[in-house]
């Protein structure tokens, strides 16, 4: 089959393409230098991006939490089967697909990359034999650490070099890729049936702030040098006004960063960009959100799309 990809932004670093517009001609499943339009599907990809394939940056799809929604949604198994065919194996989709049908669905909508970006240090050895088990598509997990009592107490002590050698030591055990930051402090305030309100509120018997959890871990990623930013899910996801947290959390670790490589990666931000101060006025704070990212190198960020 021939195949022209006409007129889209065509990213691809392993040839130096950066964002041109330009046509991608494929003969037999082989890309080649140029096609006759008149024996070829040419697709209009104007305005759109065109890259050797998609990185899903956050999906959870292995580990404890998605064993735990299995669980809890054993009708899934039976509304959506994909049985085996000559070369695939059979398993079930639906809200938490298993793990073939998660590599093959990956694969089907052109993704080559997928991370999954909450692993419990201590299931890391269940969470890499589900990726193992998850076929086709580049995997990679990010360990839990921004309540991981250890970083806490090296922390709050001032300890940033201890800390870096003990996260490299994590990352070693757990083969992780890069540190994953969730509700920083809230999870262990959690514990004690309260969660953090802000940057500044103190974490219960450590005294630590998240401020100071997502500041001292940016700090220890640049130590140790690992591919990806601190990947933070913010505080108080999903509540009105949390914009406002989300671009504290952003502006917080700015002065860290003394290059053009972003230090800090925003996940799911469409969770964490709203306005209003009640249930009852909730509006979208995308706008702001977007302004400040615009304005600044040292962030990036995913929307949260669920696919």
């Not at 046509?23 to 104007?46: F, M, P």
């Not at 580990?63 to 949604?73: F, P, Q, T």
């Not at 406002?244 to 490589?261: F, P, S």
Request: aromatic share 8%; glycine share 10%; charged share 20%.
């Amino acid at each position: 089959m021939n195949l022209i990809i006409k007129n889209g932004f065509v990213y691809d670093p392993l040839n130096g393409i950066d964002g041109e517009i330009m046509d991608i001609c494929v003969r037999n499943g082989r890309i080649v230098e140029g096609l006759n339009e008149h024996d070829a599907h040419v697709i209009d990809a104007s305005g759109m991006t065109v890259m050797p394939g998609g990185v899903d940056i956050h999906t959870h799809i292995a580990g404890s939490e998605v064993n735990s929604g299995r669980l809890l949604r054993p009708e899934d198994h039976v509304y959506d089967v994909e049985p085996r065919k000559t070369i695939t194996r059979s398993g079930v989709g639906r809200s938490v697909p298993s793990t073939f049908v998660t590599g093959y669905r990956y694969a089907r909508m052109g993704y080559t990359m997928i991370c999954n970006p909450s692993m419990p240090p201590l299931e890391a050895r269940h969470t890499h034999e589900e990726l193992e088990d998850t076929p086709i598509v580049d995997k990679a997990t990010f360990p839990l650490l921004g309540d991981w009592w250890f970083v806490l107490e090296h922390l709050r002590n001032g300890l940033i070099k201890e800390c870096a050698e003990h996260v490299a030591w994590m990352f070693n055990a757990t083969k992780g890729y890069a540190i994953k930051i969730v509700n920083p402090g809230g999870l262990e305030t959690w514990g004690f049936g309260r969660n953090v309100k802000d940057l500044d509120d103190p974490v219960p018997n450590f005294g630590i702030t998240p401020r100071e959890i997502i500041r001292g871990l940016c700090l220890v990623n640049q130590i140790i040098n690992l591919p990806h930013s601190i990947h933070v899910h913010t505080n108080r996801l999903g509540q009105p006004g949390n914009y406002i947290t989300t671009i504290e959390t952003m502006d917080c670790v700015k002065d860290l960063a003394k290059t053009e490589r972003p230090v800090i990666h925003i996940t799911h931000c469409q969770f964490s960009a709203f306005k209003g101060d009640s249930w009852q006025n909730m509006r979208s704070g995308a706008e702001e959100i977007a302004k400040y990212v615009n304005h600044h190198k040292h962030v990036t960020l995913d929307m949260g799309q669920v696919v």
